[in-house]
């Protein structure tokens, strides 16, 4: 796979080790030795437990327990009573809204109440014991199923089990850095904007717990539906620290109007960090606009290429589409068909799909692709789609691909059929460039298996997924691929990325699955990049242009960047950890031949590039960056002419016209200095590509 990264240096000795150990940061040697000896859960039990709770439950005790503002531990109510709704649209609670004077209380508690600690790890991974213990897992899953409607929370707890404890080490990892003075934790209270699927582990455990246990206080942010099961988790959170004896100040719960919270983060920014949102772009666009810190997941029209239309490859379309009725950040919302294949057959994949009235019969009855037909939670699409005759499923058919942007109908499931043949390289090119527009998460490709495979290839090499998976139509032990399948406790790395060059309008950085959540906060101490030296190892035309850094710490941060990426791939891509499929995971550059332009003003200096230009330099995407120049800036260009270091002016053609994966606006120096895989993940793509077979069996 030549879009897998490479470190060009030094080339006389693959077996090179950077005397700089290069910790929690994705894809190093420390990072892949966090995947090792994980737990094993036991979903039957979890099942039962999830039963066991749901079959109890009293639906009245969400009126007569209303959510409340949580504020030093205390239940803050009588503000303006609200009712509650769940994923369909349905009643299913109360609601205390804070008054005025409770958002005065709140800003003025974010404002004044500094972390009494730094470590954390003790008494939180005993409240993770408890909480994924059979006392409050059923407790986790019901609460879920009964608000979002989630047909399988069995799973995603299966999954935090074991990705929690890889995730811990990352965060062992983090602590150690900072003991030794090289990193430094930003410990101002953090917002957590919860997302509505995945709550128990991205929410609860990756973002709010990981962050509490090395001090960060969280401040949890309600929502305008399904809100009911993340505050639960909440409440009981704040219930188990108090009784573990950790200052009740450390978590906050906001059971606030939509414009209280934008009041609240935008009057307090200045005391505090990140807020943390899985969401869709738009919303993510709309929360930037008025707190620049955010850090988002955000989703994208998943895709699927299909070469045949057997019956297993329509069954592979309709659970992709169906999952969680579409209601997870993986669904299939565009498939690329044969030109030859029948409207009726697209239109007859849906007529076996089980339609479900409630969370708990799916549960009951362990479905995971159900309907819930006609329900009133979001909007259904209105124009250009066909209904299905039976369930509540939309389909568009055409001869060329959607337009750019189309609506993901967030638990509606909808799917664009583009019938094209992909065996022209032409059209191949086409889809190819509509998934860099688009940047879904989730790419599949099936068909016989010996066209299957090479055809992912072509597509890989040509775009930037994160998760890529092949199946095949003709071989029992390779089934079709789903686009909703990773398991990041198996090194399928998992990250809900925008195109790259729009990065900036939705998140710092993009987040991946599993990392050290904590570290999306943390700088470099500069008296450690100050001190770091040039490695006698690096290549004379690196340290020429490494010479030429004038700033000592942004010298120093180049060189972090050089050992960072030589660790990172000396071993790329990397074999994965799952056991009934194949995956392969690490670093990669940019779709082969294409550009990323790093756009230079009239006063940009060479400091300011010197970190991005360097990263492509020391590695196989080095003739994949260019700075597009000012011409006024005689200084820089000159610069690049004398050290080999490709430019353009604006005007240029290549420029207005060549095939760009990454625009970047380049004026300012970094005053700070952020976790070096962080930084690099604005620019070089990661993730895995995974086959839906064992090893052992791969190459029988």
Not at 65 to 89: D, E, F, H, Q, R
Not at 440 to 454: E, F, Q, T
Not at 479 to 506: H, M, V, W
Request: aromatic share 10%.
């Amino acid at each position: 796979m030549s879009r897998m990264l490479r470190s060009v240096f030094p080339r006389c000795n693959p077996f090179y080790r950077s005397r700089r150990t290069m910790s929690f940061h994705f894809g190093t040697t420390e990072y892949a030795a966090c995947f090792n000896n994980l737990p094993t859960p036991d979903p039957a039990r979890l099942r039962q437990s999830a039963l066991t709770y749901l079959d109890a439950f009293d639906r009245q005790l969400w009126y007569d327990s209303p959510m409340t503002t949580i504020l030093y531990g205390k239940k803050l109510k009588g503000g303006t009573m609200v009712t509650t709704i769940n994923a369909l649209g349905e009643e299913n609670g109360s609601q205390w809204l804070a008054s005025p004077e409770q958002v005065e209380m709140l800003k003025q508690h974010i404002r004044d109440f500094d972390s009494p600690y730094k470590d954390l790890r003790q008494p939180m991974r005993k409240i993770e014991k408890i909480l994924l213990s059979d006392e409050y897992t059923g407790f986790l899953i019901g609460n879920q199923c009964l608000d979002f409607m989630k047909q399988d929370g069995i799973t995603e707890i299966e999954e935090a089990i074991m990705a929690n404890v890889v995730e811990q080490r990352l965060n062992d990892l983090l602590l150690r850095d900072e003991a030794h003075g090289k990193v430094l934790i930003n410990r101002q209270a953090i917002y957590v904007s919860c997302v509505s699927n995945f709550t128990n582990f991205l929410d609860l455990f990756r973002k709010t717990i990981r962050s509490l246990e090395v001090g960060i206080p969280c401040v949890i942010l309600g929502r305008t539906n399904t809100a009911q099961h993340a505050y639960r988790w909440v409440e009981l959170l704040v219930q188990l620290c108090v009784q573990h004896g950790i200052d009740p100040g450390m978590i906050t719960f906001l059971s606030c109007s939509l414009e209280d919270i934008k009041d609240i983060t935008k009057s307090c920014e200045n005391y505090t960090g990140n807020l943390y949102t899985t969401s869709s772009r738009e919303l993510a666009a709309e929360i930037m606009k008025s707190y620049p810190k955010v850090i988002a997941s955000t989703g994208g029209p998943n895709t699927m290429v299909a070469t045949e239309l057997t019956d297993a490859v329509k069954n592979a379309i309709q659970i992709s589409a169906t999952i969680e009725s579409s209601g997870q950040c993986t669904a299939l919302r565009h498939c690329v068909v044969p030109k030859t294949a029948q409207d009726g057959d697209l239109m007859s994949i849906f007529d076996h799909t089980q339609p479900l009235e409630t969370g708990t019969e799916a549960v009951k009855k362990s479905v995971f692709a159900g309907i819930f037909a006609q329900h009133k939670g979001t909007q259904r699409p209105s124009i250009g789609y066909h209904v299905h005759k039976e369930v509540d499923a939309y389909i568009k058919i055409e001869d060329n691909l959607p337009q750019a942007g189309i609506n993901e109908f967030w638990r509606k499931v909808v799917v664009d059929f583009s019938k094209l043949d992909i065996e022209d390289d032409s059209n191949l090119d086409r889809v190819a460039n509509w998934l860099n527009e688009n940047q879904p998460i989730s790419l599949a490709v099936n068909g016989p298996r010996k066209d299957s495979m090479p055809l992912l290839l072509r597509l890989f090499e040509r775009t930037g997924m994160v998760v890529n998976t092949v199946g095949s139509c003709d071989t029992p032990e390779m089934p079709p691929a789903l686009t909703c399948q990773a398991r990041p406790q198996e090194a399928e790395i998992f990250g809900e990325f925008p195109p790259r060059s729009d990065l900036k309008n939705y998140t710092k950085f993009p987040v991946v699955v599993p990392s050290s959540n904590p570290s999306y906060d943390a700088s470099y101490s500069l008296d450690y990049l100050k001190d770091l030296k040039m490695d006698d190892s690096y290549t004379e035309s690196v340290k020429t242009l490494l010479a030429q850094i004038k700033d000592p710490f942004v010298q120093g941060y180049c060189f972090t960047i050089i050992d960072y990426i030589r660790d990172a791939t000396q071993i790329n891509p990397k074999e994965g950890f799952g056991t009934s499929r194949t995956a392969l995971w690490g670093l990669q550059r940019p779709p082969v031949q294409s550009k990323t332009f790093l756009i230079c003003s009239d006063t940009t200096l060479w400091d300011v590039v010197a970190p991005i230009v360097i990263m492509f330099h020391v590695t196989n995407a080095c003739d994949q960056v260019a700075l597009v120049i000012d011409p006024e800036n005689a200084g820089l260009i000159s610069f690049c002419e004398n050290h080999d270091i490709a430019y353009f002016l604006p005007e240029d053609k290549a420029v207005t016209e060549g095939n760009v994966y990454n625009r970047v606006a380049i004026s300012e120096p970094m005053k700070s200095f952020p976790m070096v895989g962080n930084f690099v993940s604005c620019y070089f793509p990661l993730g895995h590509i995974k086959v839906s077979i064992a090893f052992s069996l791969l190459r029988c």
